[in-house]
Each structure stands twice: as C-alpha cells, then as structure tokens.
C-alpha cells in the first residue's frame, strides 16, 4: 500500500523556524515516497538537495529509512529540531520519529519518541517560548494530544497529553483569540467538533471547548 502525504514546509504554517547559524535553511527535505510492503515495516525515502542548490528531485541524493513495525506513517512535517539551520523531518506512525538532517543532502537514523495511541496529525511551533520547536501529536486512539516540548539537539521531553474529544484526527497550533499565545485547535472525527484549548505560553493549555 502506498500513502501519500500532505507536504508543508514548517514556514509557511504557524510556528518559527529557529535557525542560529548563519547558514540559513537552505535545504528542502522531500518524503519523494512512503510506502509499507508489508505489515510490519515502513519505509520513507527522502530526497533532499545540497546547501544552496535548488531542489532537484532528479539529481538529489535519496535516503530510505525503515520506521519500524507496524508503523503505518500518518503525517509528516518538516522543523528546525538540532540548531544546525537545517530542516529535519518528523514522521507520525507509531509513535514519533525525527530525522534530523546532517547536511549535504544527508540524515541520521530515526529516533523514536513516545506519543499516545493511534497518532494521526501532527504540528511543530514553539508553545513554550522556549526557543525550540515543539511538537504537538493528535492521538486518534487517546482522545488527547500529546505536546513534547523540545529542548534542542533533537531532544523532547516525555509526553504530556491533554484531554480532546472523541477520535482527533487534526491538530494546529494556532493564536485563537489573539491574545499572542499559541493556543490548540483540534479537529474531532466522532461529532465533527472542533476542540480549542487555549494556551498559557508556558507549555500548558487549558482544559478544551468544542
Ligand atoms: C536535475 O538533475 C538532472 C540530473 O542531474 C538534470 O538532468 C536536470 O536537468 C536537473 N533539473 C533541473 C531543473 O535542474
Ligand atoms: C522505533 O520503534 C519501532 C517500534 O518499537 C521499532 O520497530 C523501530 O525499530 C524503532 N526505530 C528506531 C529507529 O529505533
Ligand atoms: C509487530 O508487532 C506485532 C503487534 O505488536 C507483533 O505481534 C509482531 O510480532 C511484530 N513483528 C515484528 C517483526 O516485530
Ligand atoms: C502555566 O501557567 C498556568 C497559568 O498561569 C499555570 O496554571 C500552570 O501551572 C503553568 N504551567 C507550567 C508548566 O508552569
């Protein structure tokens, strides 16, 4: 079976790209192909140009990661994880992988983190001003969504969730009432509602309204 994926690049949604070298993000990672051959593992290969050449498919070099059992990728997105002013690459399946991009067209192994069950959507921006990217999961299977806040390197914390309603299958982080937090917004399948938790600017949001 073969799952194609929605692809944006992390400026052009909600959030911040932390770039602090003087390099700036010159290299656009692309997911060219995300397939399961069979029950047990997925396969995502990525192609991506070298520093400062347009993207060229044809011509960059490609990688291909296996992510695991069962790991049925959902969603993937791209953020500024390790400070290297390059983008990495975070895949939603079983749980969470980041793909940090190593330069050159290069990436490192996958490193796994923990989500809730069933994650389907995710979304980086930073909610706890702490100058990294964080990530936000909705876990279809929990009724929650899990935010690991990121601390640099590629590093999160373990996951705290926060209660949604039935089945999240979307999740944005989002300045809902302009009061310049980032607040969640989360869409849930069973009721069709539209689930905001508002944010305190410090990695905690309140309980949600639909
Ligand atoms: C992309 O790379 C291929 C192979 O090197 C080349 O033939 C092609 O002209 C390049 N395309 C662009 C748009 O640069
Ligand atoms: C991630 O976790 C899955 C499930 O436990 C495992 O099969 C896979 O090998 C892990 N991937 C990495 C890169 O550690
Ligand atoms: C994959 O996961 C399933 C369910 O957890 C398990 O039964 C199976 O043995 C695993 N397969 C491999 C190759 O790890
Ligand atoms: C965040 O701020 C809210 C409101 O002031 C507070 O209730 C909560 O405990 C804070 N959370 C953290 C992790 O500091």
Redesign the pocket.
Same mark, same amino acid.
């Given at each position: 079976m073969t799952y194609s994926f929605l692809w944006h690049i992390l400026g052009s949604a909600i959030g911040t790209i932390i770039a602090t070298t003087s390099t700036p993000a010159v290299i656009t990672p692309r997911i060219s192909t995300a397939t399961t051959s069979n029950p047990t593992a997925t396969t995502i290969t990525i192609s991506s140009t070298a520093p400062g050449q347009a993207c060229n498919l044809t011509s960059a070099p490609i990688t291909t990661y *296996?992510? !695991? @059992?069962g790991?049925n990728p959902k969603k993937h997105t791209a953020g500024e994880f390790d400070q290297d002013g390059i983008l990495d690459i975070v895949v939603v399946n079983? !749980?969470f @992988?980041i793909i940090l991009a190593l330069g050159n067209g290069a990436y490192a *192994?996958?490193?796994?983190f923990t989500t809730g069950s069933g994650p389907e959507s995710v979304f980086v921006a930073d909610v706890n001003n702490g100058n990294r990217l964080d990530v936000i999961v909705a876990n279809y299977y929990r009724n929650s969504v899990s935010e690991l806040l990121g601390f640099g390197g590629g590093r999160f914390t373990a996951q705290t969730a926060f209660i949604t309603s039935s089945y999240p299958i979307a999740v944005v982080v989002v300045d809902f009432n302009a009061h310049n937090r980032l607040d969640l917004a989360v869409i849930n399948l069973i009721g069709q509602t539209i689930s905001i938790l508002l944010g305190y600017e410090n990695g905690s949001f309140g309980q949600q309204t639909t």
């Open positions: *296996t992510l !695991g @059992n790991s079983v !749980g @992988n *192994t996958p490193i796994n």
